[in-house]
């Protein structure tokens, strides 16, 4: 039997944080992020709280750097966990920048204490390459093995190994095959319980083709109307990518020479610090991007890059771009739109008719993101407790979304060279869920699929293997 326990992600697509027992007595947990919108809202008042036992948890594991999977890692600590915390080696380069800035606004403003926290998680964090077993130090035998997941840098699916007759992996979040910047998902070769996400698992995203029209499509806009193009993404791996595509378009529409017609700003001093990352860990980049900048191209540090640090050069040029007639294309955070600098450019800008305000990434039910994106026409929509009414363009590009479609999906889990004998489904609507596991029984139809979301009892369900 094995016994895993759900602390989150169970039917929602935040708040991932899973325990693995590899005894009677000893577990690891795999992630553990932070709660954000409906989720949130249905664990108030203990959404950041650990509210499980750590007794016997010998490890940590992180399948990747979005908040979501790593945001209640201060919490954990604060609770007494004392364990050592495996990512893969370019995980360690953007945990750190990621918690500092969640630290910040969680929990204190006192560089030294933050300084100290972070001193405190870099001793603990344990790089792992890709590919390679590792002992889970502990009381019980354990190994742990971790393989690119295609969906952010440093994203890994994790494979646990038990005892000699045990494997488990997760699947992490699994980005889509073909996109940039990445290597593909590499699905473990076998496991007796692959758990899986499922976050688009019963959707198909536009290709990639199809995206990039679109794009140009609303770029064309903002170069006619002298709008402004706001998009909300996420500091890490959906700004990145954007990036590359922008530069691409862009340089198609109207050449390097001309490119300075169109500022492509980064407001986010996060997301600019993450690039960084990205730009120095170019050997993990896929060869059509290292293609790219062999030939002089610097998708991610071209002339045209505007970085915005401060905060008094932020509100200047969201005054600026709110009288101005000037085309300009904007990235900040939050990706949900739920706080951060975004919200000052919706503020100023939605009640623009001009502006097109451009979603490439999942928006949680509950958060301003997704009221946003429900909007038909005119409407109001709240930010920061502040009623604002939207005139601009709402766009939805499924295509550039960093988690795998239904498809995508599939092709994992086919690609394994044993499939699993069961597969349990989380980190997804109870929709999504279902949507997928139809899929799997009519495609895979000696495979056992279990929905987390329709488990009544699922931090006590045990899993035959």
Known sequence: MIKLLHHGAASGVTGSCHQ??????????????????????????KGLEIDFSLDGVEA???????????????????????????????????????LEDAIKLGFTRNRDLRERFLELIQRRLKPLPYHQWHAIPGKAPGMVRLRPAGHILGSA???????????????????????????????????????????????????????????????ESTLGNGG??????????????????????????????????????????????????YRHLQNLWDSEAKGRVSRGRHPLDFDQLITIEEHQQHQALVNRLSHSGEPAIVLAASGMCSGGRIVNYLKALAGDERT?????GYQA????GHKLQQLTGPGKVTFDDELVQVSAKIHSLSGFSAHADQPDLLRFVSGMALPPACIRL????????????NCLKRTMPGVKVELASLMRHSKRHNTPA
């Open 60 to 98: 940590l594991i992180v399948t990747h750097c979005h908040i979501d999977h790593i945001g209640r890692i201060p919490y954990l600590m604060a609770a007494g966990f004392d364990g050592p915390i495996f990512c893969s080696e370019a995980s360690t380069h953007l945990m750190p920048l990621i």
């Open 426 to 437: 989380v980190h997804g609507s109870p929709v999504a869920q279902k949507g997928l596991a």
């Open 228 to 277: 402004t193009t706001l998009i909300p993404a996420f500091s890490i791996g959906r700004t990145q990518e954007l990036l590359y595509e922008l530069e691409e378009l862009l340089f198609q529409m109207l050449g390097e020479s001309a490119l300075a017609k169109v500022p492509i700003v980064v407001d986010s001093p996060l997301a600019a610090r993450i690039t960084q990352s």
């Open 20 to 45: 693995l027992w590899l005894d009677s007595d000893h577990s690891v947990l795999v992630d553990c992020g932070l709660f954000q919108g409906e989720d949130l809202q249905r664990r108030h008042p």
């Open 356 to 360: 097109d305000i451009l979603f490439v």
């Open 365 to 368: 039910p509950g958060t301003p």
């Open 157 to 219: 699916v994790v494979e646990i190994a038990m005892d000699s007759h045990r494997r488990v992996a997760f699947s992490g979040d699994l980005g889509c095959y073909n996109t940039p910047l990445l290597p593909d998902p590499d699905p473990p070769e076998m496991a007796d319980l692959l758990v899986l996400e499922t976050t688009y698992g019963n959707r198909r995203h536009e290709h990639r083709a199809e995206r990039s029209n679109k794009l140009r499509a609303i770029l």
